[in-house]
């Protein structure tokens, strides 16, 4: 599998060429690496789906330069969307708009509306504006992984993924770490579909103050917010502090060269037994994000069959975190 340099201008232009002939690249963003195909190329998004093995009516971000390329997918542009993108772009905040009939209906999941999101990497900015001059208006992206597994953080996540030929274009590991936050604004209310790290109290003050909605049963389809989702192959649980103690305080020693019978990844509790592997989760809510993905596939290759993760704390700040955890749980 092509592993090619971001920074190599010729590399991304050849990516670029691939996406417009309606060929698979993935990429890097801020957030996760994505699997992109050109959006209005209804072939190559099926493409995605077949790679992923990802229902084909769960919709896609597509991932634009800039909010003019952004529009051009929208049947209209609230003002929602255009103060957080104000606000936001670039950056990890998809918006989800009233779709432009005619235009991207398969990376749209066959929806009247359509997520838009445009990256802060610089890499995936480069490749978007390279593709933007081959006709491509925007790159449908979810994130390079099986579907319903652990995110990719760095280009080699994505090479252990997929079979040989996919292009990988490789920009270092990801700053934020998980998926973008997403907020409907095709409706006459803004609705925080699934939460990133970009607060809520800073997506409604970008707002104007107005208070975001639950998410209802009339909410558009989005991505990454299925019940069970981003789970590696180990169950995970999840517990409070004082359960996570007494679990550990019932295991007795892991023999040398044993499969361990869980995994740990936790804030504050430790020593673990002997032979129980573990990871220390950081006490900084973005430093936790970025780090979340890469440390659940560095537990679940120890071939545990559990993980054993701490809740994370309450506070807004950790509820990216925190929805990533809930849904990697409800996968077990």
Request: charged share 20%; net charge neutral; with cysteine.
């Amino acid at each position: 599998m092509p592993i090619v340099n971001g920074a190599d201008p010729g590399a991304l232009k050849q990516a670029a060429q691939r996406l417009a002939a309606g060929e698979l690249v993935a990429f890097p963003t801020e957030t996760v690496y994505g699997l992109g195909a050109r959006a209005d190329d209804d072939a190559a998004v099926a493409r995605i789906f077949a790679a992923k093995g990802r229902p084909s009516d769960h919709p896609l971000i597509v991932h634009v330069p800039d909010v003019q390329a952004a529009r051009a997918f929208a049947a209209e542009w609230p003002e929602r969307a255009q103060r957080l993108c104000d606000a936001f772009w670039p950056g990890p905040l998809t918006v989800i708009v009233p779709r432009a009939p005619g235009r991207a209906g398969a990376a749209a999941g066959g929806q009247a509306t359509i997520g838009l999101r445009c990256p802060a990497h610089p890499v995936a900015h480069a490749l978007l504006v390279e593709a933007a001059a081959l006709g491509v208006p925007g790159v449908a992206g979810p994130s390079a992984n099986r579907f319903g597994r652990v995110s990719p953080t760095l280009a080699a996540h994505v090479a252990a993924e997929f079979d040989p030929g996919l292009w990988v274009v490789d920009g270092g590991a990801c700053e934020v770490g998980i998926e973008s936050a997403i907020v409907d604004c095709s409706r006459d209310r803004a609705v925080l579909l699934r939460p990133g790290t970009l607060t809520r109290e800073r997506i409604e003050a970008a707002l104007g103050g107005e208070t975001l909605a639950a998410r209802d049963r009339d909410a558009p389809r989005a991505s990454g917010t299925l019940e069970a989702h981003y789970a590696p192959r180990a169950k995970v649980r999840l517990m409070d502090p004082p359960a996570l103690r007494a679990a550990l305080g019932v295991l007795g020693t892991t023999a040398p060269g044993a499969t361990p019978p869980v995994a740990v990844y936790s804030r504050t509790v430790g020593p673990l037994p002997a032979g129980i592997p573990g990871r220390a989760m950081p006490a900084d809510a973005a430093a936790a994000a970025r780090a979340l993905f890469s440390a659940l596939r560095e537990l679940d290759a120890c071939g545990t069959p559990l993980i054993w993760i701490e809740t994370p704390p309450a506070d807004s700040a950790w509820d990216g975190v925190r929805d990533r955890l809930q849904r990697a749980a409800a996968a077990g």
